[in-house]
């Protein structure tokens, strides 16, 4: 491949920020936009993991993916899809072993729906240090935690993409690469990049941490976001220079999905949604490599969605 012509970049749209929409009309509505993929969070409304028949459940939306023509990568952050009380709680640095298992088992449930799907990887994040556990016992855990859930995905042939998330213990690429290093550089585990978290943490620009972290780049998140603020947000309302940062991941040669993140702006997903991906395509328009595979696409402002009969005036 001569990665530097560029790779066409396919974009999708995390079901995290469709939360009010049954997941077969969010499906649909991706794939009526032109989106090319989904970044399908498993929860209570979608997909719910936990309930029964899983695997015929499964299996219809593999259909329907199919149906549709959508790529897709299965996401673990549900904030209460375990626990009703603690968001992303359990995780799999909690002092007790069962609750450490619980999380574990989503994670190989979530192993298993992936290689379903046909997907290109799962997700999934290292949780916060509990209050009285000390870095080294957390990594320890982290790493015990995890080699289940790899040995799973190599059976499968599906990666697991660990995202650095800040709070977390794994909240850096750095972090990133000493979990690597603890588990052995195990084939099966690669890295989700969240670019907002690039311009909100990393001390190098998102661009750089793209090229920094393509050799083992499986998924991408993306949306606008601040120096220092974690917060996401809707594209335009943040500092990150978009394409500079889509030339690099064209660059790498990346083939998986570049899915848009806004969970909490789920109460107007629908408009969102419809106004993300013209962004999105018209920023990788300004490349000249690019510009065939991703046409240029008037892009409207995002204004208020209160304002727009698509929008709710409650968040």
């Known amino acids: 491949m001569d990665r530097s012509a ?17 997941l077969d009309d969010a499906l649909a509505l991706l794939a009526d936009l032109g989106y090319d ?14 309930a029964p028949d899983l695997a015929a459940r499964t299996r219809r939306v593999a259909h329907r993916l199919d149906e549709l023509g959508l790529g897709v990568t299965v996401e673990t952050g549900a904030r209460y899809v375990l626990d009703p009380r603690r968001k992303h709680g359990p995780s799999l640095l909690d002092a007790d072993p069962d609750d450490r298992a619980r999380r574990v ?9 992936a290689a379903d799907l046909g997907a290109h990887a799962v997700h999934c994040f290292s949780g916060i240090v509990p209050d009285g556990t000390d870095e080294d016992t957390a990594w320890k855990r982290l790493a015990e935690a995890l080699t289940p859930v790899l040995d799973a995905a190599a059976t499968v042939g599906v990666p697991l993409a660990v995202e650095p ?39 190098l620009p998102p661009a750089d941490c793209v090229r920094d ?3 083992w780049l499986r998924h991408v ?40 993140e806004l969970p909490r702006h789920s109460h107007a997903g629908p408009h969102f949604a419809a106004h993300s991906l013209p962004f999105l395509r018209d920023a990788a328009h300004s490349l000249p490599f690019l510009r ?18 698509e929008g709710s005036r409650t968040p």
């Open 6 to 22: 560029g790779t066409p970049l396919r974009f999708g749209y995390g079901t995290n920020g469709l939360a009010d929409l049954r």
């Open 37 to 50: 993929g989904v970044g399908l969070t498993l929860d209570h409304m979608h997909l719910d993991p936990l």
């Open 105 to 113: 088992d989503l994670l190989l449930r979530a192993v298993r729906v």
């Open 165 to 203: 998330e800040p709070g977390h213990l794994l909240a850096t690429l750095a972090d990133f690469h000493h979990l690597r290093r603890t588990l052995g550089d195990p084939e099966p585990l690669g890295l989700t990049l969240d670019i907002g978290h690039c311009q909100c943490l990393e001390p």
């Open 213 to 215: 972290a393509a050799p």
């Open 221 to 260: 998140q993306i949306e606008d976001m601040r120096r220092g603020v974690h917060e996401h947000l809707p594209f335009g309302d943040g500092e990150i220079d978009f394409p500079p940062v889509l030339a690099a991941l064209a660059a790498t040669g990346y083939q998986g999905l570049t899915v848009v």
């Open 292 to 309: 065939d595979a991703a046409p240029s696409v008037p892009v409207p402002p995002h204004g208020d969605p209160s304002a727009t009969p």
